[in-house]
T-cell receptor, first 115, second 113 residues
Framework: KAGVTQTPRYLIKTRGQQVTLSCSPI?????VSWYQQTPGQGLQFLFE???????NKGNFPGRFSGRQFSNSRSEMNVSTLELGDSALYLC??????????????FGQGTRLTVV | KNQVEQSPQSLIILEGKNCTLQ??????????LRWYKQDTGRGPVSLTI?????NTKSNGRYTATLDADTKQSSLHITASQLSDSASYIC????????????FGPGTRLSVLP
């Protein structure tokens, strides 16, 4: 069974640009959540999608957005990039059918560097 | 404010020794508590998930405990191996619909030969 796949693995962008990251969940999983990991702030929850609907949202500005497609694949978009957006972006998938204790499986992450 | 604190920040032990990592949280309402292992540059891997009614859960050489009354958890690693060198992250899920996690800062464990 293939794991969670994130593309690309590494990305370098310039301030002011926008970027789109992709996450393919484990087959059959309908929940995809996104996280930002930085040395200073640690892991922080961005948002979660379930069946193409945003189910939860963390405390990030509107420059961070996402969507989920009918095949459960998800994309995250960051517009008007700032230097502080440099981070490891992780996505996790779970069956997420409403149960609180379902296992979340993380991808390897996309390392975004803003210069 | 929902917070998760971990101690120590970092730990160095010799191969074969045991160690215990601590986690305190103020997340409320509480749904479950998870311990993840994260190798450098890789995504976290789940070790245990515990609900408020569970006191202990084991996964091989890893044993997690939970005291929901005092809002404390610990992760005990037995007979450490070099491959245990990683960051261990305590994660608490609030009783919200979905996967809204609050992450601890992690404990960086180094196991030396």
């Amino acid at each position: 069974k293939a794991g969670v796949t994130q593309t690309p693995r590494y990305l370098i962008k310039t301030r002011g640009q926008q970027v789109t990251l992709s996450c393919s969940p484990i087959s059959g999983h309908r929940s995809v959540s996104w996280y930002q990991q930085t040395p200073g702030q640690g892991l922080q929850f961005l948002f979660e999608y379930f069946s193409e609907t945003q189910r939860n949202k963390g405390n990030f500005p509107g420059r961070f957005s996402g969507r989920q497609f009918s095949n459960s694949r998800s994309e995250m978009n960051v517009s008007t990039l700032e230097l502080g957006d440099s981070a490891l972006y992780l996505c996790a998938s779970s069956s997420g059918a409403g149960q609180m204790n379902t296992e979340a499986f993380f991808g390897q992450g996309t390392r975004l560097t803003v210069v | 404010k929902n917070q998760v604190e971990q101690s120590p920040q970092s730990l160095i032990i010799l191969e074969g020794k045991n160690c215990t990592l601590q986690c305190n949280y103020t997340v409320s309402p509480f749904s479950n508590l998870r311990w993840y292992k994260q190798d450098t540059g890789r995504g976290p891997v789940s070790l245990t998930i515990m609900t408020f009614s569970e006191n202990t859960k084991s996964n091989g050489r890893y044993t997690a405990t939970l005291d929901a009354d005092t809002k404390q958890s610990s992760l005990h690693i037995t007979a450490s191996q070099l491959s245990d060198s990683a960051s261990y992250i305590c994660v608490v899920a609030d009783y919200n619909y979905g996967q809204n996690f609050v992450f601890g800062p992690g404990t960086r464990l180094s196991v030396l030969p």
